[in-house]
């Protein structure tokens, strides 16, 4: 395994149009994470999942947004009726929560988001 | 609230220089977590290093270590012998127990040869 993969790399989409982006995460890992960052910004977080339980949302996540993560492997976060707010970079991470008291977080590297 | 505040929005070293980035966080937990990742350009997001707030002694890893002052609520990052390809945004970021992480808003670094 090499790492967290993310797809598309880049998205450009109109207003209006629906989006779906892909992560996969490091195959162990039982925990999965969505982060949004826009241009100069750290990434702010938008939900999680542990295996294929969805724990925490953000109050970021408005109901446009919504995120799946069947069988707790692989996750999806779609967004509907893009808005050119939505442009940002969509980042995914994986931790394991066993054997490491840090639960450090592995990014992947992101797709970039343009809502024309 | 957490927050995670990084004051210097851009950064310079010479290269073989020291770099000192600056952060400041705000928490009402007592155990947490603090971390360093780097952003280079256009490649994604890696830990640089971290720091568990009850154990005292500051982290290091090669040229990278921190100044943790737990009751100033700082954790500062030290570069030593900048290299070239130290130049990123390096992000300073929180975390309590096993749940997401706060980031602050970036530091960029320029490494001037």
């Known amino acids: 395994d090499t790492g967290v993969s993310q797809d598309p790399r880049h998205k450009i989409t109109k207003r209006g149009q629906n989006v779906t982006f892909r992560c996969d995460p490091i195959?162990?890992?039982?925990?999965l994470y969505w982060y949004r960052q826009t241009l100069g910004q750290g990434p702010e977080f938008l939900t999680y999942?542990?295996?294929?339980?969805?724990?925490?949302k953000s109050r970021l996540l408005s109901d446009r947004f919504s995120a799946e993560r069947p069988k707790g492997s692989f996750s999806t976060l779609e967004i509907q009726r893009t808005e050119q707010g939505d442009s940002a970079m969509y980042l995914c991470?994986?931790?394991?929560?066993?054997?490491?008291?840090?639960?450090?977080?592995?990014f992947g590297p992101g797709t970039r988001l343009t809502v024309l | 609230a957490q927050t995670v505040t990084q004051s210097q929005p851009e950064m310079s070293v010479q290269e073989a220089e020291t770099v000192t980035l600056s952060c400041t966080y705000d928490?009402?937990?007592?155990?947490?977590?603090l971390f360093w990742y780097k952003q280079p350009p256009s490649r994604q997001m890696i830990l640089v290093i971290r720091?568990?707030?009850?154990?005292?002694q500051n982290a290091t890893e090669n040229r990278f270590s921190v100044n943790f002052q737990k009751a100033a609520k700082s954790f500062s990052l030290k570069i030593s012998d900048s290299q070239l390809g130290d130049a990123a945004m390096y992000f300073c970021?929180?975390?309590?127990?096993?749940?997401?992480?706060?980031f602050g808003t970036g530091t960029r670094l320029t490494v001037i040869p």
């Open positions: 991470a994986s931790s394991q929560t066993s054997g490491d008291p840090y639960n450090e977080q592995f």
């Open positions: 195959s162990e890992h039982n925990r």
């Open positions: 999942f542990q295996n294929e339980a969805q724990l925490e």
């Open positions: 928490t009402s937990e007592s155990d947490y977590y």
């Open positions: 720091q568990e707030a009850y154990k005292q």
């Open positions: 970021a929180y975390k309590a127990g096993a749940n997401n992480l706060f």
